[in-house]
Structures are given as structure tokens and as C-alpha cells.
């Protein structure tokens, strides 16, 4: 675990508990929320260390990387999935001047395959292997792990995508430096 005397987004040094809450889901160990109390950010304080972090997410149960029609709830995600996959492509569709998207925690590959069928230029940046490996042998995807971002040309994308990935994200700062360098002019990154 990493212990950050600074806020990531502000760089202020005070900060307080904001929540304390357990890991139900696959280490059952106790992290701590701290709130900067100049911007208000929220994040966990301390955190995993880079290399720590990929072992989090290493579980059969983590749904976003698996494709099972295993039981109710595996079912309900991907009904649901199917549905905003659709809503994603739209929206981003609607502000995009060109047809090139990097998708950055592309898990499995499925909206980078919702742009593919529509005619773009489609690459993913996945942390976990398993992952990358579905989507390139279930989609025919190029999906890269996180090194990678580092060997992208500047202004290469119209589109960079982040679902859900930003907070998973350890320098925020310098990957903000990396979004803006590597997206064209007159690109959009999405971040939800």
C-alpha cells in the first residue's frame, strides 16, 4: 500500500476521513475514503501500489470481464449491457468529427465492437489479460495493455473513451497530460 500526502487532483495536503469500508467482494481488507478539503476530492488513502493494484480485479466474479449467462444476475448485466452499449455508441457518435476511437478499459471488448460493426477504427487498452484475450479471439479486436498508451502517436484518436476507469487510474495528472496529447484537436474524450 501507497500512503499520498497530496490530493492527485489539487495537490493539497489536507485531507480528512471522509468513510472506512471493507472489500466484500474479493479481499475482505479495509480501506480508508479521505476527502481533500480544498477540492473535495474523494479517494483512497492508502492505496494499492500500481503493482498491486491488477490483483483486485483478478476474479471469475468480476462481471465486466466475463461474458457468462451463469445465474440471474450475470444475465440482468448482459441484457443491461446490451442496451447502453447501444446508448454509448450513439452518444459519442453524435459529437465525433471522425471514426477512430481508443477505448481505454475496454474489458471485454463489446462497445469497441459496437464501433467496429459501424465502421471505425477501434483500440482498446485493457489492464487484464483474460480480458484482452476474449476480445481479441471474440471480436477480433487489438486490445493492448496499459503500457502501450506510451507508444501512441500524438493526435492519433477523434475519440477517447474511459468508462468507469478514471477512478482505477493511480497518476491522475499525468494521465490527463496522456489523454489530451494523444487525442486530435478536434477530438472529445469521455469519461464517465
Request: aromatic fraction near 10%; include cysteine; charge should be negative.
Amino acid at each position: 500500500m501507497e500512503e499520498l500526502n497530496n490530493c492527485p487532483v489539487c495537490e493539497n495536503k489536507k485531507m480528512g476521513t471522509f468513510l472506512e469500508c471493507s472489500d466484500y467482494f474479493l479481499s475482505n481488507e479495509k480501506f480508508t475514503l479521505v476527502e481533500c478539503e480544498n477540492c473535495e476530492f474523494i479517494f483512497v488513502n492508502p492505496r494499492p501500489s500500481e503493482n498491486e493494484l491488477s490483483a483486485y480485479y483478478e476474479s471469475p466474479e468480476y462481471i465486466s470481464h466475463t461474458a457468462t449467462k451463469k445465474g440471474l444476475i450475470n444475465l440482468l448485466y448482459l441484457k443491461i449491457r446490451k442496451f447502453t452499449l447501444k446508448r454509448k455508441f450513439t452518444l459519442v457518435n453524435k459529437y465525433s468529427t471522425g471514426k477512430s476511437i481508443l477505448d481505454i478499459g475496454c474489458a471485454s471488448g463489446e462497445l469497441l465492437n459496437e464501433f467496429k460493426k459501424n465502421g471505425w477504427e477501434t483500440l482498446g487498452i485493457e489492464p487484464n489479460e483474460n480480458a484482452r484475450k476474449s476480445a481479441a479471439a471474440n471480436y477480433g479486436l487489438q486490445v493492448e495493455d496499459e503500457s502501450y498508451l506510451n507508444k501512441i502517436e500524438n493526435g492519433t484518436f477523434d475519440v477517447i473513451s474511459m468508462w468507469h476507469v478514471l477512478e482505477h487510474v493511480s497518476n491522475l495528472s499525468e494521465r490527463m497530460k496522456q489523454l489530451s496529447a494523444i487525442v486530435k484537436d478536434d477530438g472529445i474524450v469521455v469519461i464517465a
